[in-house]
């Protein structure tokens, strides 16, 4: 009998190290882990030249491509659009992402030109996990450079990398780490992004142009011009409904984010939540600022924690459409103001509410311009005044921003033992994003990036080595059959949100009894996973999967039945009582 279904997943390999001997002669069907190649760019490419890709050679949807530790350098593209590993194939969903897995320390270099390393040039489901980059051991380009560049591509992923840039001498060039342009569902997740200083303000570790529908969460963000720096044209496609969460940045020379760009409605509808932005103790540093001549309409800024800024606000102008929220952050210490503005008052569709002002300046300087008091804000402009209502002066009891411990205080000695009592923001936000999880946007929840109180903003570190754990081998089983492994096995002793993967022909797995995946996906401790895999379709076959949790790797394998034993045939005209004839 003939099982016709979908290809799956082929795992493909990558290693430089010499042992055992590699070969970009290798083709596809043979790559294995005895067997790889030698270059990152043949399976990318599917042959040993950007310029003539091979798609019958490139890895394919679904395919996970294992790195091995070292230094892989290419030859730099030249172009800021120009992605040097740029797939030759794409990925068709987030289940059959084509995934390039760092496999320990490989950094990847760029000589004698520069561009943008990894990334997708018009390639869709793309995942990079586990990439080191210095941009300083590389050649550069004149302009944006970035080490990272998902350009018209939809849904490429950057997850648990370190990018460590250089300093640009270059003006007005929109100099970053990590660019999406053009790009829809862009997610960059759990990276390390550092050093990204440009010459001027046009300048962030990341940056997006025609973005939408993308997440940036979990990043941890230091020594660069700012963290983020969302710039659209409103005549081109605008930067809509992005989230930004869970990342924090410290040590920026100029903004928290940045939101420019020009020609009406250039940003809209984009939330900002549960992020931290901290400067030095001499900082420069703009918490949230928004350029002149550009649309900021129905974005959000909610659950934010601003320490050492210069200024928290910088508001503009808008044009029409839903109003800018700005609930529930928590500003301590601001230098110079806690806003900005070219204009007499924040326009009408800015709502400021629930807001924690703290250690701020005071008089007409609480507003440095157009020079206004407290009372002014709150009172002539009515900003800061619904209930629960914001205060200025008030304390929040960070547990010890000095050591960059941004939760709130509970109780005396708790979380921190600077701790003298109970944060007075812990009252005071409306949760207008349900960031509790209940279902309600008008209940009381604390100020600050900390709703929870244990949430990981920044990267996700710690443990990600889980305790033992395995699965029952299956023998005998029937051929080309569906098999599940035992539902008993819960992973545990890691840190939640440990990323997860499996390898191997056919195999899938399911956590808590949802949808059977090959996807890359991330676990917490005490969830249980059950795995499921085609057996052979030939006699006494083994299978194997391979699953990864964190630095862990199991295999289950599932074996086929023994063929049966053929039953003799008995030759014509042969006497039971004389004898038996075989034949």
Same mark, same amino acid.
């Given at each position: 009998?003939?099982?016709? %279904?979908?290809?799956?997943?082929?795992?493909?390999?990558?290693? $430089?190290?010499?042992?055992? !001997?590699?070969?970009?002669?290798?083709? /596809?069907?043979?790559?294995?882990?005895?067997?790889?190649?030698?270059?990152?760019?043949?399976?990318?490419?599917?042959?040993?030249?950007?310029?003539?890709?091979?798609?019958?050679?490139?890895?394919?949807?679904?395919?996970?491509?294992?790195?091995?530790?070292?230094?892989?350098?290419?030859? +730099?593209?030249?172009?800021?659009?120009?992605?040097?590993?740029?797939?030759?194939?794409?990925?068709?969903?987030?289940?059959?992402?084509?995934?390039?897995?760092?496999?320990?320390?490989?950094?990847?270099?760029?000589?004698?030109?520069?561009?943008?390393?990894? #990334?997708?040039? #018009?390639?869709?489901?793309?995942?990079?996990?586990?990439?080191?980059?210095?941009?300083?051991?590389?050649?550069?380009?004149?302009?944006?450079?970035?080490?990272?560049?998902?350009?018209?591509?939809?849904?490429?992923?950057?997850?648990?990398?370190?990018?460590? +840039?250089?300093?640009?001498?270059?003006?007005?060039?929109?100099?970053?780490?990590?660019?999406?342009?053009?790009?829809?569902?862009?997610?960059?997740?759990?990276?390390?992004?550092?050093?990204? *200083?440009?010459?001027?303000?046009?300048?962030?570790?990341?940056?997006?142009?025609?973005?939408? /529908?993308?997440?940036?969460?979990?990043?941890?963000?230091?020594?660069?011009?700012?963290?983020?720096?969302?710039?659209? =044209?409103?005549?081109?496609?605008?930067?809509?409904?992005?989230?930004? &969460?869970?990342?924090? !940045?410290?040590?920026?020379?100029?903004?928290?984010?940045?939101?420019?760009?020009?020609?009406?409605?250039?940003?809209?509808?984009?939330?900002?939540?549960?992020? @931290?932005?901290?400067?030095?103790?001499?900082?420069?540093?703009?918490?949230?600022?928004?350029?002149?001549?550009?649309?900021?309409?129905?974005?959000?800024?909610?659950?934010?924690?601003?320490?050492?800024?210069?200024?928290?606000?910088?508001?503009?102008?808008?044009?029409?459409?839903?109003?800018?929220?700005?609930?529930?952050? @928590?500003?301590?210490?601001?230098? *110079?103001?806690?806003?900005?503005?070219?204009?007499?008052?924040?326009?009408?569709?800015?709502?400021?509410?629930?807001?924690?002002?703290?250690?701020?300046?005071?008089?007409?300087?609480?507003?440095?311009?157009?020079?206004?008091?407290?009372?002014?804000?709150?009172?002539?402009?009515?900003?800061?005044?619904?209930?629960?209502?914001?205060?200025? %002066?008030?304390?929040?009891?960070?547990?010890?921003?000095?050591? $960059?411990?941004? &939760?709130?205080?509970?109780?005396?000695?708790?979380?921190?033992?600077?701790?003298?009592?109970?944060?007075?923001?812990?009252?005071?936000?409306?949760?207008?994003?349900?960031?509790?999880?209940?279902?309600?946007?008008?209940?009381?929840?604390?100020?600050?990036?900390?709703?929870?109180?244990?949430?990981?903003?920044?990267?996700?570190?710690?443990?990600?080595?889980?305790?033992?754990?395995?699965?029952?081998?299956?023998?005998?089983?029937?051929?080309?059959?569906?098999?599940?492994?035992?539902?008993?096995?819960? @992973?545990?002793?890691?840190?939640?949100?440990?990323?997860?993967? @499996?390898? %191997?022909?056919?195999?899938?797995?399911?956590?808590? #009894?949802?949808?059977?995946?090959?996807?890359?996906?991330?676990?917490? !401790? +005490?969830?249980?996973?059950?795995? =499921?895999?085609?057996?052979?379709?030939?006699?006494?076959?083994?299978?194997?999967?391979?699953?990864?949790?964190?630095?862990?790797?199991?295999?289950?394998?599932?074996?086929?039945?023994?063929?049966?034993?053929?039953?003799?045939?008995?030759?014509?005209?042969?006497?039971?009582?004389?004898?038996? +004839?075989?034949?």
């Amino acid at each position: 009998m003939l099982l016709c %279904g979908p290809a799956f997943a082929k795992s493909l390999y990558v290693n $430089n190290s010499g042992s055992p !001997a590699c070969s970009d002669s290798t083709n /596809y069907a043979t790559n294995d882990s005895s067997n790889p190649w030698c270059t990152i760019g043949r399976a990318a490419w599917g042959s040993t030249s950007r310029s003539s890709p091979n798609t019958d050679e490139a890895a394919s949807a679904g395919d996970t491509v294992y790195v091995t530790a070292g230094t892989y350098t290419g030859n +730099g593209t030249g172009n800021l659009f120009q992605v040097l590993y740029n797939p030759a194939n794409s990925g068709t969903d987030n289940n059959t992402r084509i995934v390039f897995q760092a496999v320990g320390l490989v950094k990847l270099v760029t000589t004698p030109t520069g561009g943008p390393i990894i #990334g997708a040039d #018009g390639k869709n489901y793309i995942t990079w996990d586990g990439f080191y980059i210095d941009d300083t051991e590389s050649a550069h380009i004149a302009g944006e450079d970035p080490m990272v560049m998902f350009h018209s591509s939809n849904y490429g992923t950057l997850q648990n990398s370190t990018l460590v +840039g250089h300093t640009s001498s270059e003006t007005d060039a929109n100099f970053c780490g990590v660019a999406c342009y053009s790009a829809t569902g862009c997610r960059i997740y759990n990276n390390d992004i550092s050093n990204v *200083v440009g010459a001027d303000t046009n300048s962030a570790a990341i940056f997006t142009y025609e973005a939408s /529908y993308s997440i940036f969460e979990h990043n941890n963000i230091s020594n660069s011009t700012a963290a983020l720096f969302i710039k659209g =044209r409103a005549d081109m496609n605008p930067d809509t409904n992005n989230v930004y &969460r869970y990342n924090k !940045a410290w040590n920026l020379l100029r903004f928290g984010a940045r939101l420019g760009g020009s020609s009406g409605a250039a940003n809209a509808n984009n939330l900002f939540y549960q992020n @931290i932005f901290h400067g030095s103790t001499s900082s420069n540093m703009w918490g949230i600022f928004q350029n002149g001549n550009s649309s900021y309409t129905g974005n959000s800024f909610v659950n934010n924690t601003l320490y050492n800024v210069r200024m928290a606000w910088n508001y503009r102008d808008t044009y029409s459409g839903e109003p800018i929220i700005i609930y529930n952050n @928590i500003i301590h210490t601001a230098t *110079v103001g806690v806003a900005y503005s070219d204009f007499s008052a924040p326009p009408v569709d800015h709502n400021y509410q629930h807001n924690s002002y703290y250690n701020v300046p005071s008089g007409t300087a609480f507003v440095y311009s157009p020079s206004a008091s407290w009372t002014t804000w709150t009172t002539t402009w009515g900003l800061d005044t619904t209930s629960p209502a914001s205060t200025n %002066g008030t304390d929040p009891l960070l547990a010890n921003p000095t050591d $960059n411990d941004f &939760r709130l205080c509970t109780a005396s000695g708790v979380p921190h033992a600077s701790c003298t009592g109970a944060s007075p923001a812990l009252t005071l936000g409306v949760d207008i994003l349900d960031l509790d999880g209940d279902s309600s946007t008008t209940d009381t929840i604390p100020a600050g990036a900390y709703v929870t109180g244990s949430e990981t903003i920044g990267t996700i570190s710690g443990d990600t080595t889980p305790d033992s754990f395995s699965w029952n081998n299956v023998t005998g089983s029937t051929r080309a059959t569906l098999i599940t492994s035992d539902n008993t096995t819960s @992973i545990t002793g890691m840190v939640n949100g440990t990323t997860i993967s @499996i390898s %191997g022909s056919t195999c899938l797995y399911s956590i808590d #009894g949802g949808a059977y995946t090959y996807a890359i996906g991330t676990i917490d !401790a +005490g969830q249980l996973v059950v795995l =499921r895999v085609t057996s052979s379709s030939a006699y006494n076959t083994p299978v194997s999967c391979s699953l990864t949790v964190g630095t862990s790797t199991v295999e289950w394998t599932v074996t086929t039945e023994t063929a049966p034993t053929e039953t003799p045939k008995v030759s014509g005209g042969c006497s039971i009582s004389g004898g038996v +004839g075989f034949q």
